[in-house]
């Protein structure tokens, strides 16, 4: 099946830090990419849909200029964090899949505590 | 909007009892409807889906009809074992293929 993986799966820096999220499509080429956050208890929230090669299209609400995304190739999109503080905690999820059309294949999550 | 609810956690069920997630949810036009399935430390995974009314999706012993005059897709199984245990996410397709996630059920099973 297809694999999506997710690095680092747990991390914690300190305030005014960046920190940065790989996502990596490991038996598939991905066109399409997605960044989710999920607060506890709490449904999965979509913050934005990267295509290959393209900029990111942002949900409304989620600032392009804190959570940059990069997809510059079919198996690799990177999310950063930058100066990052403690609200930005949270598990980030990402999801890969051939098309945005097609099913979205999961990536195990990334911990994110922001002292 | 789109928006979809699912019963609230923990579920606590002994080995072989049966097993129902209630979900419901609310959109326009006609949406595919989803279970996905998230095992500790382990990323969500499809467990089944239905695309139009009174399908039926089944996977792994798990079914759900999606019932358009009730807007529910709920998650049934007759007998759960331990390595059920885990959280069930009901999810809707919208019409830009985006999807649209229930808050999630954390479902622990008994031996």
Redesign the interface.
Do not use: M
């Given at each position: 099946g297809a694999v999506?993986s997710?690095h680092p799966s747990r991390v914690i820096c300190k305030s005014g830090t960046s920190v940065k999220i790989e996502c990596r499509s490991l038996d598939f080429q991905a066109t399409t990419m997605f960044w989710y956050r999920q607060f506890p208890?709490?449904?999965?929230m979509?913050m934005a849909?990267s295509n290959e090669g393209s900029k990111a299209t942002y949900e409304q609400g989620v600032e392009k200029d804190k959570f940059l995304i990069n997809h510059a190739s079919l198996t690799l999109s990177t999310l950063t964090v930058t100066s990052a503080h403690p609200e930005d905690s949270s598990f980030y999820?990402c999801?890969a899949s051939p098309g945005?059309?097609n099913?979205?294949?999961?990536?195990?999550?990334t911990r994110l505590t922001v002292l | 909007g789109n928006s979809?609810t699912q019963m609230?956690g923990p579920v606590t069920l002994s080995e072989e009892a049966f097993l129902t997630i209630n979900c419901t949810y609310t959109a326009t036009g006609y949406p595919s409807l989803f279970w996905?399935v998230q095992y500790p430390?382990?990323?969500?995974?499809?467990l089944l889906k239905a695309t139009k009314a009174d399908d039926k999706g089944s996977n792994k012993g798990f079914e759900a009809t999606y019932r358009k005059e009730t807007t529910s897709f709920h998650l049934e199984k007759g007998s759960v074992q331990v390595s059920d245990s885990a959280v069930y996410?009901c999810a809707l397709r919208d019409s830009n293929?985006?999807?649209i996630?229930?808050?999630?059920t954390k479902l622990i099973i008994k031996p």
């Open positions: 999506v997710q208890k709490k449904s999965l979509l849909t999820i999801s945005p059309k099913e979205q294949f999961f990536g195990p999550g | 979809v609230e996905y430390g382990e990323g969500l995974q499809l996410f293929y985006q999807l996630w229930g808050a999630g």
